[in-house]
């Protein structure tokens, strides 16, 4: 018997169920037929954060982020190749901050860039200021040995 990991679809924020041996088979969403692991960025809303951060089949990394922000700015093409390398183990997301203005205080971020590790909804990992790609990299797959 496989067992299923709850996997949230980035782009329409629905929870799908996701046979745990099928993980590397390119699972697509029920609903709208996107990919559910695709080794890029997803721009997602807190509604869809607050699902995804149950997911228990792969941890999500978020970068909660602003447009008025240097730093954010510098760290978003290596948070992109980050995503590429770690495709089918950890999910990348960002989150704009001056878009949601009550993340901040939920999540209780001080200061930007903020990544945030979520699996099974728990906060797994927590990393302030800019990184480049291999820090982020080593950053995401802590999670991964964390969660198992
Ligand atoms: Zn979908």
Redesign the pocket.
């Known amino acids: 018997m496989s067992q299923n990991d709850r996997l949230t679809?980035l782009?329409?924020?629905?929870p799908n169920r996701v046979p745990h041996d099928k993980l590397g088979d390119n699972p697509k969403?029920g609903?709208?037929?996107?990919w559910l692991i695709t080794g890029k960025v997803a721009e997602i809303d807190p509604a869809t954060l607050q699902k995804a951060a149950q997911d228990t089949a792969l941890p999500l990394v978020v970068d909660f982020w602003a447009p008025w922000c240097g730093p954010c700015r510098a760290m978003a093409p290596q948070f992109g190749m980050a995503a590429e390398r770690l495709k089918g183990s950890v999910r990348l997301a960002k989150l704009n901050t001056e878009q949601h203005q009550t993340v901040s205080g939920r999540y209780g971020i001080r200061g930007i860039p903020a990544m945030i590790g979520f699996h099974g909804g728990r906060e797994v990992g927590r990393q302030v200021g800019a990184m480049q790609m291999p820090g982020i990299v080593q950053f995401a797959s802590g999670l991964t040995a964390k969660a198992r």
């Open positions: 679809c782009d329409c924020g629905t969403c609903k709208c037929g996107g």
